[in-house]
């Protein structure tokens, strides 16, 4: 609860820092202390029960330990996201400071949407994520791709925020109270009120996840933006959709699961179908990643469809697996000019630890045993499986991973296989080659033990 | 978790666990080589000793189970039983053989090669002793990893292609079977996935119709098993001679494991409801790679048809749920990969010397390397399971099984040895006899350490033949889960 109110703060501390520090690694490493607080405040308040501060929101916040989890997933992947890309983020705009800020502001906003018990604090998180958002997505402002995907990702994001505010108003109209608590106790028949209010919440949140059939926006904008900022887009940003997702429809919504559910299998099936499918054709890796956020986002939406223990805590787990994995590769592919699978080529020659560790996230993202990736589809699997009755989704969740196998280890065969036809060799700092394998060590170990996170809860 | 030792499963597990890891850290290529040797050696070592703590009273150094994932129910439970130690004996004596028979310089980065096949044995050696689901498919696919990386890296030229191919093929099937395990462990309310939990489940003949077919699948890619088997060829004839060793003695023999360790066991109503329509595909699979092999002109093509021919007739063998015919299937496995390992060695060093490997273009090799050709005649007449040799006697009790289930298939599936001697007896003749060319006139016999391997291996070959009776005591306790419930 306290980290929503230390991150605004220290985003506007981080605002500052740009007249009081000269060097840019200095702002780095302010950014890095400020996350470090983050979590070590985060971890007081999950681990004594008790924030620190407390405050009195009327039920409106309230940090459970799922929630407190997520937050330290989040910040987790934040600290990771700081030290590999912290160069590229200086390199992305005329002063980075400016920029670390609005990365606070967003992890506010994400501060409000881990403990959002009222359909307000949900609508405000989730917009106090947003509108940086947009910002980071134009920073770029020479570039017209930059700023074309600013603009895309402001038309459809507002667009998408106003058809949630229609879903909320249609259900407090029929409710008469903005709580989720008042929902699980009130749903009982569902009035034609409700049903377009959860309908139009449905749309809007699939908007946020890009589930199709509302993924149009994100190949163009995940692709236009720097890919500094993709990478924080595709990971840390998706997961807190889902997670609001997920409690929205777990807590609030959860009575009326049978009502909801078809539909959901259906979105989920077109995502999955169409992340996948397409990704194949993708030639550039940034591309291809970008439809690879749309097949794993497929994935996560299984956990929405079953809404059981198996689906949230694997949630979590898939948060990690997958933000770690595409962390990793985006901070790679941010280093590198040609974002063609062919640059890839002979890098396990030339780089071998980074090649490694892009393979490990690789692996893991296709859902390979032993890494992360592998647990979090796993459990997706189980609880769609026990649900029951559903087996045509998890066929063809289990085909659609098959597939993604395809363009994955296009890039793992780029890495191993084939020769390097520039004479040039990338050049990667010692600490950032350090950090990557730490990042793929971690991989590795939640996937040989995933009780590590799911114990917590 | 996992980190004791002082029981056999544990320390199969380990020692080729952190050879391979080791052998990374190695920069030498001929130090890779001997550590990878002590490693394997201390495997097999390890298994001949467990040969003798087969008896009851020993099962605590034969059977383990570990906590791993309490959360969920997962367990890391290993065990050595008549029909996992026999097959850990083949991948412990394959690998041996494979890396004493590889040269330390003829791989470039040998120190990954060698780590990458110590690995592919962790998987493999995984496979066979894992008595929980889970277990068992995390093994599966950490096997398959390492040769998928062997072949893509170190193969020819067509590699890539062939082994994604391989890769994704096996992929399919062990999805599909991750579904099945999944269905089940969700059957026992989300409380284990031990094989012993998912044998006393009661499923019925719909759920296990489904079933069966979810892991035969997966089983059938791996064998491989007409029509699933496109991907072998290509995969056999790209990847490096040393990795096909692997993948021909041992990696096929993990469908057929899977189907007497976990489809005929649990999945009885379905295995008796599929089992004449499912053998009726092989046979004519089995005639249609014998048919094949013989138009080849390609060594590897011609021993990978060979072996789809011969590994079709050990899972017919295993589908007829006659006990005479499982437990030739079971002896059969291993000599399998024995005698398809010395065929191999034989097209290895003849590849390496000449670098062919057109039967055409060979000749006459037998004037200029008369040893190498006295193993080979050896190793093609076990092929064509001829008398006193180990293939008879597993062939002949596969037969007999067949035969009393149906005389006619008997009668077509018998083809295949018809077929198995043409092909077999025209590649002698034509790479061994006839006019020698000038290749082959310069090529130099076998040295004394590819002699005595050689030895080894005929004598292995002799001694089944004549006398199986001690692997047959060694099955003994391993028939009982395969087939009590088609007895009844």
């Not at chain 1, 987790?76 to 700081?82: G, H, K, N």
């Not at chain 2, 094949?292 to 060594?299: F, G, L």
């Not at chain 2, 295993?318 to 499982?326: D, R």
């Not at chain 2, 002799?462 to 060694?474: A, I, R, S």
């Amino acid at each position: 609860m306290n980290a929503i109110i230390i991150s605004a703060v220290w985003g506007v501390l981080m605002m500052y820092s740009g007249f009081l520090f000269k060097s840019n690694r200095n702002i780095n490493l302010l950014s890095i202390l400020g996350v470090l607080i983050l979590i070590g405040v985060t971890f007081h308040e999950f681990a004594s029960g008790m924030p620190l501060l407390l405050i009195d929101t009327k039920g409106m916040l309230f940090h459970s330990n799922f929630g407190l989890v997520f937050l330290l997933i989040i910040l987790v992947s934040t600290l990771i996201y700081f030290i590999l890309s912290g160069k590229d983020i200086q390199l992305a705009g005329k002063s980075s400071s400016d920029l670390y800020a609005l990365i606070f502001f967003i992890l506010s906003g994400i501060a409000v949407v881990a403990g959002f018990r009222s359909l307000l604090m949900l609508f405000i998180g989730i917009e106090i994520v947003s509108i940086p958002l947009y910002v980071l997505a134009g920073s770029d402002k020479s570039n017209l791709k930059s700023n074309e995907a600013a603009l895309k990702y402001f038309l459809m994001g507002s667009f998408s925020t106003g058809l949630m505010l229609m879903g909320i108003a249609l259900i407090y109209g029929d409710v008469g109270s903005f709580y989720l608590d008042a929902f699980s106790t009130g749903f009982g028949v569902l009035t034609p009120l409700k049903a377009a209010g959860l309908l139009l919440i449905l749309a809007s949140m699939s908007f946020k996840v890009s589930a199709a059939p509302f993924h149009f926006w994100t190949p163009d904008v995940y692709d236009g933006s720097p890919s500094v900022f993709t990478s924080f887009m595709a990971t840390i940003v998706k997961s807190v959709a889902f997670f609001a997702f997920l409690t929205l429809f777990d807590f609030g919504f959860g009575k009326m699961h049978d009502q909801w559910k078809t539909i959901v299998a259906i979105i989920t099936a077109f995502t999955l179908i169409i992340g996948n499918i397409t990704a194949v054709f993708q030639q550039s890796v940034k591309r291809m990643l970008a439809y690879s956020s749309i097949a794993q986002a497929g994935f996560m939406m299984l956990a929405i469809f079953a809404i059981n223990t198996f689906a949230k805590q694997g949630m979590l787990l898939y948060f990690a697996g997958y933000s770690f994995a595409t962390l990793g590769i985006f901070a790679v592919l941010t280093k590198m000019k040609d974002h063609s699978i062919d640059a890839f080529n002979g890098l396990a020659k030339s780089q071998p630890i980074i090649a490694l560790s892009v393979l490990i996230s690789l692996l893991s993202l296709a859902g390979i045993p032993l890494t992360a990736g592998f647990f979090a589809k796993y459990y997706m699997l189980l609880a769609v499986i026990r649900e029951g009755n559903m087996m045509w989704l998890v066929i063809l969740a289990v085909l659609c991973a098959a597939v993604s196998v395809y363009y994955y280890f296009r890039v793992i065969q780029a890495m191993y296989f084939k020769a390097s036809a520039s004479e040039t060799a990338l050049e990667f700092d010692p600490n950032f080659k350090w950090v990557m394998l730490m990042n793929a060590i971690l991989i590795i170990v939640l996937g040989i033990h995933p009780d590590l996170i799911l114990n917590l809860i | 978790m996992f980190a004791a030792v002082d029981n056999f499963p544990a320390l199969l597990i380990w020692l080729p666990l952190i050879g391979g890891i080791l052998s990374f850290f190695l920069n030498d290529a001929k130090s890779a080589k001997s550590s990878a040797i002590i490693f394997s050696a201390s495997s097999l070592i390890v298994l001949l000793v467990s040969l003798n703590f087969t008896a009851k009273e020993f099962i605590a150094l034969n059977q383990v189970s570990y906590e791993w994932l309490t959360s969920i129910g997962s367990s890391f439970g290993l065990y050595l039983d008549g029909l996992t130690r026999t097959m850990a004996l083949l991948t412990a004596i394959v690998f041996f053989v494979v890396f004493i028979l590889v040269p330390a310089d003829q791989y470039k980065d040998a120190n990954r090669f060698y780590g990458l096949l110590l690995l592919a044995q962790c998987g493999l050696v995984g496979v066979f002793l894992a008595t929980d689901a889970l277990v068992f498919y995390l093994f599966w696919e950490l096997a398959l990893i390492p040769v998928y990386f062997l072949s893509s890296i170190w193969g020819g030229e067509k590699r890539i292609r062939a082994t994604f191919k391989f890769f994704i093929y096996t992929f399919i099937g062990s999805l599909l079977m991750l579904l099945a395990i999944l269905y089940m462990y969700n059957k026992t309310n989300a409380t284990s996935f031990g094989l012993g939990a998912f044998f006393n489940l009661k499923t019925t003949a719909d759920e296990q119709f489904w079933l069966f077919i979810a892991f035969f699948i997966a089983f059938a890619i791996k064998m491989p098993l007409f029509p699933l088997h496109t991907w072998q060829p290509e995969a056999y004839e790209q990847s490096p001679t040393p990795v096909t060793m692997v993948l021909s003695s041992v990696m096929v023999k993990m469908g057929l494991f899977g189907v007497l360790r976990w489809v005929m066991p649990l999945f009885p109503l379905a295995v008796k409801q599929l089992n004449t329509a499912i053998m009726v595909v092989i046979a004519i699979g089995i005639v249609y790679a014998s048919l094949v092999a013989i138009y080849q002109d390609n060594i590897k093509r011609l021993i990978a048809y060979s072996s789809i021919a011969h590994i079709g007739l050990m899972a017919l063998g295993m589908l007829t749920l006659k006990e005479v015919a499982v437990v030739g299937a079971l002896l059969q496995m291993f000599n399998h990969g024995i005698n398809i390992l010395a065929l191999w060695m034989i097209a290895y060093i003849i590849e390496k010397q000449t670098g062919i490997t057109s039967i055409s273009k060979l000749g006459g090799l037998a004037k200029s390397a008369p040893v190498l050709a006295i193993f080979m005649v050896i190793t093609a007449l076990a092929n064509v399971a001829l008398p006193l040799t180990n293939a008879f006697v597993g062939e002949f009790m596969i037969f007999n099984g067949i035969y009393q289930f149906n005389k006619f298939l008997a009668a077509f599936a018998g083809l295949s040895i018809i077929f198995s001697a043409v092909y077999t007896l025209n590649m002698i003749k034509n790479v061994f006899y006839g006019e020698a060319n000038s290749t082959t006139i310069q090529f130099s016999d076998i040295n004394k350490t590819q002699v005595l391997l050689f030895t080894v291996l005929t004598v292995l070959i002799f001694f089944v033949g004549f006398y199986p009776q001690p692997f047959f005591d060694l099955f003994s306790d391993a028939l009982g889960l395969v087939l009590t419930r088609y007895n009844s």
